[in-house]
């Protein structure tokens, strides 16, 4: 009988376990060293490994001969623990046995010695599906079970779960998988079953699982059924109900030409091809919202002025759980364009904005109207990020930062890093937001690397993307501790950076030593662009002219 792929490569040890090094990584400790818990908790997205490394280190911990954390498989309780006789690693489907009579029998029976192993292990799926009354019951034996009881509680929920129960186990919190991570572990499986696919693919499906490594294997399966030969990117789009990039760009440019007719038409044409509407419009907002990304990250221009099209990602945001419970998908698809249409018609008054396809110089401000362009004469302050004239001093903010890293490393704590690891998560929330989007995104592209009670290291792969950051910084720390409830300070360092430092920090600490904590400098990093000169003003006129002729009237209030 054909096995289906994300069961035949389902890890069966921590090192086959893919983008959870961390939790991985303690839980191997905790066998070396022997610091069982009698309680574990483990929450995050479904198909990330939970159940999965639940049933590892359960079999690990009963090993007779475990090596750096990890199962021998080869000792009596390592082939009893994987045959399907095994009684000592119970699994219980919460969905299906919430009631408080199931968990009265489980207390009843955790008192029973183990029939093989050394541990009882009692992995709990989906518990937060159970009632309030089988908590209860759960309670008491959770806060004392015997010696010989390990439980594992596993869920996609936890802000189900009563605090008591939480308080009362060890808390791993499993994140989504990187696009990376995924599309390598699907290269392994594709080479394996000598599956012929373009890497593209790949990615494209690590994308639609969306951090679910299960999900992504599952669709590759599902491709190579629908597949006769190799696998495709238009397999890809065709079995997912999605439209290819030129047909997602084209919808695109229709929407914000105000197209109204062709729009409509487009979706009618989907819906009569069997396209999956919802699917289109996730499209189209992984489209925006890369743009809009490189926009505000990489100077690209943009199909249409920035608030239009943050304006349109918020309404999908918004609208996308509503379109799918609709009992008429297509046409609430086609009424939510229609209206997003006719507002954005009136707001402009019938015209559409000239700025579209037309990218603008950094330096200059204008606004486009009929044939005429302003010049803001009294910018905010947000215009003069923009248009600064007078640059950060990028040695001495860098130097700072570093000073800022050795403080932070003197005084990191562990608690700490696993903390701000979970808040970063939180900023994926953040990332449609209209006014705070590009700050959500800027610290989602770095990697937590320390923290103590007062500050943090985040690191990045190109020092152009801090350097992007130092203009406005305090908006940025200001932001990030807002959302995290934090009063925190941030250091952005590269990667080569944090490395430097790490390999220093290792060479002192094995000396005895540890960094010397210094006074951090006194520097003016946002408030240099305060003023904007006359000559400033005559530089951006100038600008201006060059950059739209004589048809420019330059308006000084």
């Avoid at 700050?439 to 690191?459: K, M, P, Q």
């Avoid at 006194?522 to 201006?544: C, M, R, S, W």
């Amino acid at each position: 009988m054909y096995q289906a792929l994300y069961r035949k490569y389902r890890p069966l040890e921590f090192e086959d376990v893919v983008g959870q090094n961390v939790i991985v990584n303690t839980l191997k400790n905790a066998v070396v060293y022997n610091h069982i818990s009698h309680a574990y908790l483990f929450s995050g997205p479904r198909g990330t490994g939970k159940t999965t490394i639940a049933k590892i280190f359960a079999r690990a911990v009963n090993c007779l001969d475990s090596k750096d954390g990890l199962a021998c498989g080869k000792c009596k309780n390592c082939q009893y623990s994987f045959s399907k006789e095994c009684m000592d690693i119970i699994e219980i489907d919460a969905a299906s046995n919430n009631g408080v009579d199931e968990i009265r029998e489980l207390r009843n029976n955790v008192n029973i010695l183990p029939s093989e192993l050394k541990y009882k292990v009692y992995i709990i799926d989906e518990v937060h599906m159970l009632s309030i009354g089988a908590f209860n019951a759960l309670l008491k034996t959770i806060e004392e079970p015997p010696s010989h009881v390990i439980f594992v509680l596993a869920t996609t929920d936890p802000q189900k779960i009563p605090a008591t129960i939480i308080s009362r186990c060890q808390w791993y919190t499993f994140k989504k998988i990187s696009n990376n991570d995924i599309v390598k572990r699907l290269r392994q499986i594709v080479d394996n079953e000598e599956i012929t696919v373009d890497n593209t693919v790949l990615e494209k499906i690590a994308e639609a699982s969306d951090g679910g490594l299960r999900d992504a294997i599952g669709l590759l399966d599902k491709l190579r059924a629908y597949s006769t030969g190799a696998i495709s990117l238009d397999d890809f789009y065709e079995i997912n109900g999605q439209v290819n990039d030129i047909e997602l760009d084209e919808l695109q440019k229709m929407i914000f030409s105000n197209n109204v007719k062709e729009v409509l038409f487009k979706v009618e044409k989907y819906y009569q091809d069997g396209k999956n509407l919802v699917q289109v419009l996730k499209q189209l907002m992984l489209l925006i919202k890369d743009e809009l990304f490189d926009y505000y990250v990489n100077d690209k221009s943009l199909i249409a002025d920035e608030d239009v099209m943050v304006d349109f990602l918020n309404l999908l945001n918004n609208e996308i759980v509503n379109i799918k419970k609709a009992d008429d998908v297509k046409l609430s698809v086609q009424i939510t364009l229609l209206h997003y249409i006719d507002a954005n018609i009136k707001k402009s008054n019938g015209k559409i904005s000239e700025t579209i396809n037309k990218p603008l110089d950094n330096k200059t401000i204008v606004k486009v109207q009929k044939e005429e362009v302003s010049v803001v004469s009294n910018p905010t302050i947000e215009e003069k990020n923009v248009f600064s004239h007078e640059k950060v001093d990028f040695s001495k903010v860098k130097e700072l930062m570093l000073i800022r890293a050795r403080n932070t490393m003197i005084e990191a704590l562990k608690t700490e890093l696993t903390k701000e690891q979970n808040n970063l998560n939180v900023f994926n929330d953040y990332t449609f937001d209209q006014n705070n989007g590009y700050l959500a995104c800027e610290l989602l592209d770095g990697t937590v690397r320390a923290a103590s009670n007062s500050s943090i290291i985040l690191s990045y792969d190109y020092e152009s993307m801090i350097e992007k950051m130092y203009n406005h910084i305090d908006k940025l720390i200001e932001f990030y501790n807002k959302i995290s409830n934090n009063n925190k300070i941030i250091a952005l360092i590269t990667n080569e950076e944090w490395n430097n430092l790490k390999n220093e920090y290792m060479v002192l600490r094995k000396e005895g030593r540890q960094f010397s904590y210094q006074e951090e400098p006194v520097l003016n990093i946002n408030n240099n662009n305060d003023k904007i000169t006359d000559e400033d003003n005559n530089d951006i006129i100038k600008e201006a002219k060059d950059l739209f002729g004589d048809i420019v009237e330059i308006k000084e209030d």
